[in-house]
T-cell receptor, first 113, second 114 residues
Framework: DQQVKQNSPSLSVQEGRISILNCDYT??????FLWYKKYPAEGPTFLIS?????DKNEDGRFTVFLNKSAKHLSLHIVPSQPGDSAVYFC????????????FGQGTELSVKP | GAVVSQHPSWVICKSGTSVKIECRSL??????MFWYRQFPKQSLMLMAT?????????EQGVEKDKFLINHASLTLSTLTVTSAHPEDSSFYIC??????????FGPGTRLTVL
């Protein structure tokens, strides 16, 4: 049972444009969501997070939006840069489970010059 | 800061042998460490959660006798894949957590079982 889903395995965007990566979840008890960036044969690196009490969090070029009623979150990258090309994972956690993360399947972003 | 290392970065072993993977937090103490496995083009799947000084908590479907986890100190956790088989070939990633809701990931270990 995939509790966190990223339905787009890949996304291609032109440099300078906006990249929008989507993530859906099924468990309404999740209360913390994170986005990670991963290069092949490396561990994920943290990008940005959002608590369930918020609907938006912004950090530089990265903004995460949370729509609790739709159980949907998205990561916006603007402007996109070729160095952003990587696999992006969304993850969700329950506060009372000691930080255990449930990951989506990942979306491979390719930003073309 | 917040660096997590894994050793080895890759290992090839024969079927039936055991392999130990180390995960270290280099510049912080980690009360909790997590072990994940990732198959090609798939998600990171949590295998187990380990807290220093106590037994690991395994996710459903993960054999605790096959994947032995030891978290002997606040900076070191080890995962031993016992009697490895080709289907255990995967990318194993650890993460270390100094506080709840913060995890720092290691670079991963590529295990290939022949």
């Amino acid at each position: 049972d995939q509790q966190v889903k990223q339905n787009s395995p890949s996304l291609s965007v032109q440099e300078g444009r906006i990249s929008i990566l989507n993530c859906d979840y099924t468990n309404s008890m999740f209360d913390y969501f994170l986005w990670y960036k991963k290069y092949p044969a490396e561990g994920p690196t943290f990008l940005i997070s959002i608590s369930s009490i918020k609907d938006k969090n912004e950090d530089g070029r990265f903004t995460v939006f949370l729509n609790k009623s739709a159980k949907h979150l998205s990561l916006h990258i603007v402007p996109s840069q070729p160095g952003d090309s990587a696999v992006y994972f969304c993850a969700a956690s329950f506060y009372n489970q000691g930080g255990k993360l449930i990951f989506g399947q990942g979306t491979e972003l390719s930003v073309k010059p | 800061g917040a660096v997590v290392s894994q050793h080895p970065s890759w290992v090839i072993c024969k079927s039936g042998t055991s392999v130990k993977i180390e995960c270290r937090s280099l510049d912080f103490q980690a009360t909790t460490m997590f072990w994940y496995r990732q198959f090609p083009k798939q998600s990171l799947m949590l295998m187990a959660t380990s807290n220093e000084g106590s037994k690991a908590t395994y996710e459903q479907g993960v054999e605790k006798d096959k994947f032995l986890i030891n978290h002997a100190s606040l900076t070191l956790s080890t995962l031993t894949v016992t009697s490895a088989h080709p289907e255990d070939s995967s990318f194993y990633i650890c993460s270390a957590s100094p506080v709840t809701d913060t995890q720092y990931f290691g670079p991963g270990t590529r295990l290939t079982v022949l």
